[in-house]
Structure formats: C-alpha cells, structure tokens
C-alpha cells in the first residue's frame, strides 16, 4: 500500500491505463482471431478486408505505446506473410 500522497495518485493513474491497455490490446487481438477466422474460411475478399482491419489496429496499438513499435511491425510481417501465401495457393 502506497504511503505518499504521490504514490497513491501514481498508484490511481496506473490502473487507469492498465485497464486502458488492457482495451486496446484486446481489440488488436480480436482483430488477429477475425484475420485468422477469415484465413481459415480462404476466403481471399475477407482474409484481404480483416488484414487491413488487423493492420490498422496494430499499428494503432503500437502508436498509443501499448506494444513496441517492432513487436507490432513483426506482427504485421508476419500476418501479411500468411494472408500472401493464402493468395498464392
């Protein structure tokens, strides 16, 4: 338990971004699993519509600093990689 005025603020603005994070890491995920649903469906129009989707809200993510800016790009890599080789197929 915090003892200092600050420290009991610092501890009240840490679980307002936690649970801010915590939102935002779970939108990116739920559009990964929607961008996997798609890929496993092979439907090429909306594995390509939930990758823009899981792109846009990963690097959204990356941006409000709940992810690094690398871990996020790796992500993307690696999606993109898998919707392409869906298309090739």
């Not at 915090?2 to 009991?8: F, L, M, R, V």
């Not at 935002?24 to 939930?50: H, Q, W």
């Not at 690094?68 to 298309?87: F, G, P, W, Y």
């Amino acid at each position: 338990m915090a003892n200092h005025k600050s420290a009991e603020k610092r501890n009240r603005q840490n679980q307002v971004a936690r649970l801010r994070n915590k939102s935002t890491r779970t939108a990116m995920k739920n559009s990964v699993r929607k961008l996997d649903e798609a890929l496993e469906a092979g439907v090429e129009a909306d594995t390509a519509e939930a990758l823009r989707g899981a792109i846009s809200r990963i690097a959204k993510t990356a941006s409000k600093g709940v992810i690094h800016k690398k871990t996020a790009s790796r992500k993307i890599s690696r999606l993109t990689k898998r919707v392409n080789a869906l298309v090739a197929a």
